[in-house]
């Protein structure tokens, strides 16, 4: 069997809605991102066979194939849309991993690209001929008393496992501090529209984290990340294709996306987490670095404690915390991350996981 392998990933910045990428449209967001990720990757447009895209609150259509022909990839690229949510990103790495191993293709872009700012309405209608009625939040399950807000559920999780506020708090805190100090390699964020950095990282301190607007429970303005726009995409390849190339090779060992119990959706990649280790043979101790996902501080710090996973070697770069939650770009962004701390180390082993409405979970493990 071949083998499934990143050979170049890239990022734009991640800025808060209605900020500093707010007047791109998604192809406008991802397109020059995926060019740049081909471009790193030592590739041609026409040597790509596939554009697998996570969009969750797009505007519908194949925003795949809008971005691939805005790329200027060849017009045989037709272009997957998935949206499995805020684990959308890691899942469109899993289908490429998949396309390459069953040889339907050699060259996939994986991603995810997401505008907050640009979201359309939508409206539910009712059969009895009441108004149109707005919505942000679709239904994650079929069963309305089984379907938690996000923060809500955020906040019993905390309540569930005795995670406090101020444990919370200091994970945020550390999260910003992290991302300040962190020099983003030059082939890993591509600045779009005069912006060169993630814009929401800032100095949060313990005091400003006690004055932050509260949105329910424990979760405050501070431990719960913004909602973003943000496109991110990795060059999955066969092993064929790296014979040809000069670019770092980390090799995509494992995907798993896992379903859990509705109610409870931060803690669902517990499950993904222990199968990728079971599919290589791991432990979370033999993990040298990893990208666990900031929706919550309390999910990350849930996570990392339920998978036995040292603090010491997750989010080194900072996480969602400090730059935002762009949804179906998260875990791509998270995919990213954690290709390029395995290229500085220069070898390891690292795990990226994400939880997603309706309590799913993804995870992806990789090796340089």
């Known amino acids: 069997m071949t083998r499934a392998y990143i050979i170049a990933a890239c990022r734009s ?58 790329a200027g990839l060849p017009q045989h690229v037709a272009g997957l849309s998935i949206d499995r949510q805020c684990a959308g990103g890691l899942d469109a790495l899993a289908l490429a991993r998949q396309m390459i191993l069953s040889g339907a293709a050699e060259v996939v872009v994986a991603g995810g690209a997401e505008s907050y700012s640009r979201q ?78 993630d814009t929401f990282t800032r100095r949060l301190t ?32 066969s092993e064929r294709v790296t014979r040809d190339i000069t670019a770092p090779k980390v090799e995509l060992l494992a995907t798993a996306t896992k379903g859990g119990t509705p109610e409870e959706p931060g803690v669902a990649p517990l499950m993904a987490i222990d199968d990728v280790l079971r599919q290589s ?45 762009p949804i179906g770009a998260s875990g791509a962004i998270n995919a990213v991350r954690l290709w390029h701390e395995l290229v500085a180390r220069g070898a390891g082993t690292g795990l990226a996981a994400i939880a997603a409405a309706g309590g799913i979970g993804c995870a992806a493990l990789m090796r340089l």
């Open 281 to 325: 043979g791991l432990s979370a101790g033999n993990l040298d670095v990893a990208e666990i996902m900031e929706a919550y501080a309390v999910q990350a710090i849930a996570c990392v404690t339920g998978a036995g996973i040292a603090p010491g070697i997750t989010n080194l770069g900072g996480g969602a915390l400090a730059r935002g939650h």
């Open 13 to 70: 910045p991640v800025a808060p809605r209605d900020g500093a990428l707010s007047h791109l449209s998604l192809p406008g967001l991802a397109a020059p991102v995926l060019r740049a990720a081909l471009s790193h990757a030592g590739l041609t447009l026409e040597q790509v066979d596939e554009v697998i895209c996570s969009s969750a609150i797009g505007p519908g259509g194949n925003p795949a194939r809008s971005i691939a022909l805005a």
């Open 120 to 197: 359309p309405l939508r409206y539910r209608t009712f059969p009895d001929g009441r108004p149109p009625e707005a919505y942000t939040q679709a239904p994650f399950t079929p069963w309305p008393k089984r379907d938690p807000e996000m923060a809500q559920a955020a906040a019993e999780l905390g309540l569930s496992q005795g995670i406090t506020r101020q444990a919370q708090d200091d994970w945020a805190v550390e999260s910003h501090a992290k991302a300040r100090a962190h020099l983003p390699a030059d082939t890993e964020l591509v600045p779009l529209a005069g912006t060169e950095n």
């Open 206 to 237: 313990p005091a400003l984290c006690r004055r932050a607007r509260v949105l329910t429970g424990d979760i405050t303005a501070a431990n719960a990340a913004v909602a973003a726009d943000a496109a991110a995409f990795c060059i999955v390849v």
